[in-house]
């Protein structure tokens, strides 16, 4: 077969269709693909354009002649031009701001599908679910970040349970992305002063629907090598190549923009990553004869920010010379304000003074917030004193809580259910909490299969993964078993999938392992755990939890009901938020911002366990999952660590445990299924996207508009 599908012309559109991710988050596009071959589907992990260059002709002409196809077909196309059009939307409905000037978010990574690996965790979960929801609302609206021919690292992990990463070069002709073209048509590459030399950039175009992201890429041979390393990987590199990318996002981004003829009104800097924006804005008021104090203000004016690190070092900070190396050909006409520059990212965070990027974004945006509630309180402790600097705001750090794209990590099986007994139009008023009321007519029993359809789904999935592993790799026995194949299809399943790093604590529930062991093994309510994430490739505490966990799998004491799936990513998270019973998080508080992989759990009926931390402060009721509570806090980590496990034990022992397999004669646990239903209808309206923009709209958009209109 030929490397383009020659596709029958009544179904021409499958490629323009494949190439717009807009159909990941689409059941009736998403439909058209998995009708057409579903061998194939699975084969490809759900990515339609690899997908089209192995359906065979034959295929594509009988799905050409048949009506029930060309129906969902034709439906999906007209979805989908509506979607771009974007007129019947909230936004216009809301607003009568028009398109031409939009709101440009910039994000280090963007994870939309796993065919794009550009995106690490939740940041980029987050950044993702955020565009989707934009496209939805029909906002104006675009991203712009990184396309990392590298991605970001596969997973493999070593006999005796040490992390590999393994950088796979991107293979273009099975990802969804255009080079974005210049007004000439040719294709666009940008220069980027970087200390005393040149970068130049080439640019991507995602498309999603009503929105785009543009995404820079300096693997260009006229580039010198080092150069074209420096956008090859997430996250890669040492703090010298840190602070070369995030020049690149921001002053590179500014660029990208105007050479696509974009004026954007807001500019949406997500985390300090982008905060370089601000130097190329001023730059460019500064030539059209601003002073800097003036172009400072104006800046201020139309700049949204949004901090997602509760901890001091985590926040990207470069000591003066390296900025003022690596800034060195930016300078200009703003060499004579290097000083005032310089000065809005002066900030000692414990660590001495350094240039600190989240101060230079929080001193030039009018519009900050944190990411939770408990976020927001923890963010204006830590930053008061830079905060009284400030012109004064009744919200100095206002608290947007985040959420996650609703109809995207709902399951399908989940989906079907809710079609019958939510009212028709769901989807378009899901964020409306009185909607959901409707959740607790479902019958026990119709919910309960629902949920153990989902569990099945996950555990098929799982020994699916690591057989084909085995088949693949000839991984030995051990890997094999770690994999998850002694795993039971109706045990109680817990799940612990997200970054493997310290402060989330991954290996909590093994505090004292003789009493999970009694737990796991107890023959008449066995229960079993899911674990899955990666360490940063520099976090060598991260890996050595992760180790732990893997050895922990092939401990024979806990008989095979520990497993670790290898090579966490989108894909592998929509079968584990889905189809686990119990969704466990345990960081150390107050160092979560807020987690969202719980609201994609809790939203498909997996009950949480988790520490009062981030979100869930805001998102337990009672009677929707249970919180994990020791009653006490040390100062010492070592003591709290051994409370927080006794409390945890003693939620499972008691509580969690007993709910899942307390049974009635139909075989039905109905106090669970209770608190599954009260689940789903407290959490899926009140932490979705689509409340969390619609809210980023109200409060932080819309007045950074009327600012940059005002001015224009």
């Known amino acids: 077969m030929s490397d383009s599908p020659v596709l029958p012309d009544r179904i021409a559109g499958l490629q323009d269709l494949a190439t717009d991710l807009w159909w990941v988050w689409h059941r009736d596009a998403r439909e058209v693909f998995r009708r057409l071959d579903y061998k194939v589907w699975r084969?490809?992990?759900?990515?339609?354009?690899?997908?089209?260059?192995?359906?065979?002709?034959?295929?594509?002409?009988?799905?050409?002649?048949?009506?029930?196809?060309?129906?969902?077909?034709?439906?999906?196309?007209?979805?989908?031009?509506?979607?771009?059009?974007?007129?019947?939307?909230?936004?216009?409905?809301?607003?009568?701001?028009?398109?031409?000037?939009?709101?440009?978010?910039?994000?280090?990574?963007?994870?939309?599908?796993?065919?794009?690996?550009?995106?690490?965790?939740?940041?980029?979960?987050?950044?993702?679910?955020?565009?989707?929801?934009?496209?939805?609302?029909?906002?104006?609206?675009?991203?712009?970040?990184?396309?990392?021919?590298?991605?970001?690292?596969?997973?493999?992990?070593?006999?005796?349970?040490?992390?590999?990463?393994?950088?796979?070069?991107?293979?273009?002709?099975?990802?969804?992305?255009?080079r974005a073209r210049a007004a000439d048509g040719t294709e666009l590459v940008i220069a980027v002063p970087l200390g005393n030399r040149t970068v130049l950039v080439s640019v991507w175009q995602v498309k999603l629907g009503g929105i785009s992201l543009y995404l820079m890429d300096t693997n260009l041979p006229e580039n010198a090598p080092w150069d074209r390393e420096l956008s090859a990987r997430l996250y890669g590199g040492d703090r010298e190549t840190r602070v070369q990318q995030e020049i690149i996002l921001g002053i590179g981004g500014v660029r990208v923009l105007r050479a696509l003829g974009y004026d954007p009104a807001v500019w949406h800097l997500n985390e300090g990553h982008a905060a370089f924006v601000v130097l190329q804005r001023i730059r460019e008021l500064l030539e059209q004869g601003y002073s800097f104090a003036d172009a400072h203000a104006e800046v201020r004016r139309t700049t949204v920010f949004t901090t997602h690190t509760p901890v001091p070092a985590g926040h990207d900070a470069f000591p003066f010379h390296m900025v003022e190396t690596h800034l060195a050909g930016c300078w200009g006409g703003l060499g004579d304000h290097r000083e005032d520059f310089l000065a809005l990212g002066r900030?000692?965070?414990?660590?001495?003074?350094?240039?600190?990027?989240?101060?230079?974004?929080?001193?030039?945006?009018?519009?900050?917030?944190?990411?939770?509630?408990?976020?927001?309180?923890?963010?204006?402790?830590?930053?008061?004193?830079?905060?009284?600097?400030?012109?004064?705001?009744?919200?100095?750090?206002?608290?947007?809580?985040?959420?996650?794209?609703?109809?995207?990590?709902?399951?399908?099986?989940?989906?079907?259910?809710?079609?019958?007994?939510?009212?028709?139009?769901?989807?378009?008023?899901?964020?409306?909490?009185?909607?959901?009321?409707?959740?607790?007519?479902?019958?026990?029993?119709?919910?309960?299969?629902?949920?153990?359809?989902?569990?099945?789904?996950?555990?098929?999935?799982?020994?699916?993964?690591?057989?084909?592993?085995?088949?693949?790799?000839?991984?030995?026995?051990?890997?094999?078993?770690?994999?998850?194949?002694?795993?039971?299809?109706?045990?109680?399943?817990?799940?612990?999938?997200?970054?493997?790093?310290?402060?989330?604590?991954?290996?909590?529930?093994?505090?004292?392992?003789?009493?999970?062991?009694?737990?796991?093994?107890?023959?008449?309510?066995?229960?079993?755990?899911?674990?899955?994430?990666?360490?940063?490739?520099?976090?060598?505490?991260?890996?050595?939890?992760?180790?732990?966990?893997?050895?922990?799998?092939?401990?024979?004491?806990?008989?095979?009901?520990?497993?670790?799936?290898?090579?966490?990513?989108?894909?592998?998270?929509?079968?584990?938020?889905?189809?686990?019973?119990?969704?466990?998080?345990?960081?150390?508080?107050?160092?979560e911002a807020s987690g969202t992989s719980g609201m994609k759990a809790a939203a498909n009926g997996v009950l949480n366990v988790s520490i009062g931390d981030g979100w869930w402060p805001e998102g337990f009721v009672g009677g929707n999952g249970w919180l994990i509570d020791p009653g006490v806090e040390h100062a010492d980590n070592a003591a709290q660590d051994a409370a927080d496990a006794d409390a945890l034990y003693r939620l499972l022992e008691n509580e969690v445990v007993p709910a899942f397999y307390d049974r009635g004669e139909d075989d039905i646990p109905h106090r669970w299924v209770a608190m599954v239903k009260s689940s789903i209808q407290t959490v899926a309206p009140r932490f979705c996207t689509r409340r969390m923009l619609k809210e980023y709209v109200e409060r932080m958009y819309l007045p950074a508009f009327e600012a940059s209109l005002g001015h224009k």
């Open 43 to 178: 084969l490809t992990a759900h990515n339609p354009v690899r997908m089209l260059r192995l359906v065979s002709p034959e295929r594509f002409a009988e799905a050409a002649a048949d009506p029930d196809y060309l129906a969902h077909y034709d439906e999906a196309m007209r979805q989908l031009q509506a979607a771009r059009v974007g007129e019947q939307t909230w936004w216009n409905e809301r607003t009568d701001i028009g398109r031409n000037r939009p709101i440009a978010y910039f994000s280090a990574e963007f994870a939309i599908h796993q065919s794009l690996p550009i995106y690490a965790g939740g940041l980029g979960v987050l950044a993702g679910d955020h565009c989707k929801e934009a496209s939805d609302l029909g906002l104006p609206f675009v991203g712009i970040g990184f396309m990392y021919p590298q991605g970001y690292f596969h997973q493999s992990v070593t006999a005796d349970g040490w992390q590999q990463e393994n950088y796979e070069q991107m293979h273009w002709e099975n990802a969804a992305t255009t």
């Open 347 to 591: 900030y000692d965070n414990g660590s001495g003074t350094l240039f600190n990027m989240t101060a230079l974004a929080m001193r030039s945006a009018a519009g900050v917030n944190a990411v939770s509630q408990l976020h927001g309180e923890v963010t204006r402790e830590m930053w008061a004193p830079l905060i009284q600097e400030l012109p004064a705001q009744d919200e100095p750090v206002k608290a947007v809580t985040n959420g996650v794209h609703l109809t995207n990590w709902l399951s399908l099986e989940l989906t079907r259910t809710l079609d019958k007994y939510l009212p028709v139009d769901w989807r378009a008023r899901h964020d409306e909490p009185a909607l959901w009321d409707a959740v607790q007519a479902i019958p026990d029993d119709v919910l309960w299969g629902t949920r153990e359809k989902m569990r099945t789904y996950m555990y098929h999935f799982v020994r699916e993964q690591i057989r084909e592993r085995w088949v693949r790799e000839n991984i030995p026995p051990a890997r094999v078993l770690a994999g998850g194949t002694l795993l039971g299809e109706k045990a109680l399943t817990i799940g612990f999938a997200r970054r493997m790093t310290a402060y989330k604590r991954p290996d909590l529930i093994f505090h004292d392992p003789d009493r999970l062991a009694r737990l796991l093994n107890d023959p008449k309510r066995p229960v079993q755990i899911v674990f899955a994430g990666k360490a940063h490739p520099a976090d060598e505490g991260g890996k050595h939890a992760l180790q732990g966990i893997y050895r922990r799998a092939l401990d024979p004491r806990f008989g095979g009901r520990i497993a670790f799936v290898e090579d966490y990513d989108l894909h592998v998270a929509h079968y584990l938020v889905q189809g686990c019973d119990v969704w466990l998080n345990n960081p150390r508080k107050p160092l």
